[in-house]
DNA sequence: GCCTAATGCAAGCCTTTGCTCACATTATGA
DNA sequence: TCATAATGTGAGCAAAGGCTTGCATTAGGC
């Protein structure tokens, strides 16, 4: 096992607008590569260039190229917990099938900012140790469909909620591997899917 | 677009029995690498290494890298093609819920036989130039599913396919992250969901 | 204006790693 | 036995890339 811990915090945060700047520079480029080329073609020299900022100064607010991706997807998982948490004010107790539309749209919604980043990101992810902030926003979304599904007496609704996002994720990412763009119509196949796991009987 | 193509294919095919325990050996450390430590950890040395073979020789039968795990995929892909056939043969004719039952099973088996390497290669897999070998075995593999639906008058049978291939790939993936080692209950959570898709109305 | 802290710079160190090449050894067939 | 083809070897090349370090520049308060 060489599990070697690497730093996946930023160094210091940056007190002056001219270092805020070059951090969000940093993120862009990253993004922007990320995005084009995947995990891949990510090098902290590449980066660097394309923020037009020296490599030096990067690694004054990134102690490693893990740090900076781990930004990146602390980010993505702030907007998508933002907008679970919208979505399930908006459409509290309207109905099963109307607050799973709700959760649905709000997954799908980064797929459709950026489908090339979102999937290189989640990729990442996944290859990733796990950040204690990421961590907490992902228990927050899980509790937020557990609470939903609770609230309308579905049975055992941590493990549903377990399964209906894998469905939901798999769907997602099978789609977006295979090019479709119709995200209409994968938000109903991905509702079809998971009211028809919903109305299914445990056991056949 | 730096689609520079790399040599994916054995450099040439052993003639004596030392070459071919050579490519054997070479195959199985890489296997033994990815299972251990994912794809991050797989070098070229330290396959050759661990396989008691010199770099050289390696290189005598692939060109690549990439070449070695290409074929690792194609062996992996091979099996399941083949479960996928005898589960099809076998329960033919038995009813939709048979026959889905025994199509989850033989795509389980792969990830039983050896879940870490089966998740590591399907992440190499899409992160690789798919090869014409393997693209045909899962054509193969989808046109069989869809058969399968299309004999029972499912509606839109290659779409359908695909999502069910989709819940299953998804809902497999998230239970192996996560740890979980009930490979029956995963099964049954499989069914649940692909029979409750179809049974579910297109439309809510 | 001046001083300190903050910020910016980029040459290049150093490790990793894919891969070659020149040579050594072993099998095979006549 | 011997010639040839097949196979095996590993030092080390070359490129990539993460990251350091020593120095230059700028901002902001006094």
Same mark, same amino acid.
């Given at each position: 096992?060489?599990?070697?811990?690497?730093?996946?915090?930023?160094?210091?945060?940056?007190?002056?607008?001219?270092?805020?700047?070059?951090?969000?520079?940093?993120?862009?480029?990253?993004?922007? &590569?990320?995005?084009?080329?995947?995990?891949?073609?990510?090098?902290?020299?590449?980066?660097?260039?394309?923020?037009?900022?020296? &490599?030096?100064?990067?690694?004054?607010?990134?102690?490693?190229?893990?740090?900076?991706?781990?930004?990146?997807?602390?980010?993505?998982?702030?907007?998508?917990?933002?907008?679970?948490? !919208? +979505?399930?004010?908006?459409?509290?107790?309207?109905?099963?099938?109307?607050?799973?539309?709700a /959760?649905?749209? *709000? !997954? /799908?919604?980064?797929?459709?900012?950026?489908?090339?980043?979102?999937?290189?990101?989640?990729? &990442?992810?996944?290859?990733?140790?796990?950040?204690?902030? &990421?961590?907490q926003?992902?228990?927050?979304?899980?509790?937020l469909?557990?609470?939903?599904? *609770?609230?309308?007496?579905?049975?055992?609704?941590? *493990?549903?909620?377990?399964?209906?996002? *894998?469905?939901?994720?798999g769907?997602?990412?099978?789609?977006?591997?295979?090019?479709?763009?119709?995200?209409d119509?994968?938000?109903?196949?991905?509702?079809? +899917?998971?009211?028809?796991?919903?109305?299914?009987?445990?056991?056949?």
């Open positions: 096992m060489t599990s070697s811990t690497v730093p996946i915090h930023p160094r210091k945060t940056p007190r002056q607008s001219r270092s805020r700047a070059t951090c969000e520079a940093i993120l862009q480029a990253a993004a922007r &590569i990320l995005e084009r080329g995947g995990g891949e073609s990510l090098t902290t020299n590449l980066v660097a260039e394309l923020a037009g900022v020296s &490599i030096g100064s990067l690694y004054q607010y990134y102690p490693t190229k893990e740090a900076i991706l781990a930004e990146l997807i602390r980010q993505m998982r702030h907007e998508m917990h933002d907008d679970m948490v !919208t +979505a399930e004010r908006q459409s509290a107790g309207q109905g099963l099938e109307q607050e799973v539309d /959760l649905i749209s *709000a !997954t /799908l919604r980064h797929h459709l900012r950026n489908p090339n980043l979102a999937k290189a990101l989640e990729h &990442i992810e996944d290859q990733l140790p796990m950040d204690a902030e &990421i961590a926003l992902k228990q927050n979304m899980a509790k469909v557990v609470g939903a599904l *609770a609230r309308y007496g579905i049975n055992d609704p941590e *493990a549903t909620a377990f399964d209906l996002v *894998a469905i939901g994720h769907m997602s990412h099978a789609a977006i591997a295979a090019g479709q763009k119709d995200f119509d994968l938000h109903r196949r991905i509702r079809r +899917a998971v009211l028809g796991y919903l109305r299914q009987a445990p056991d056949s």
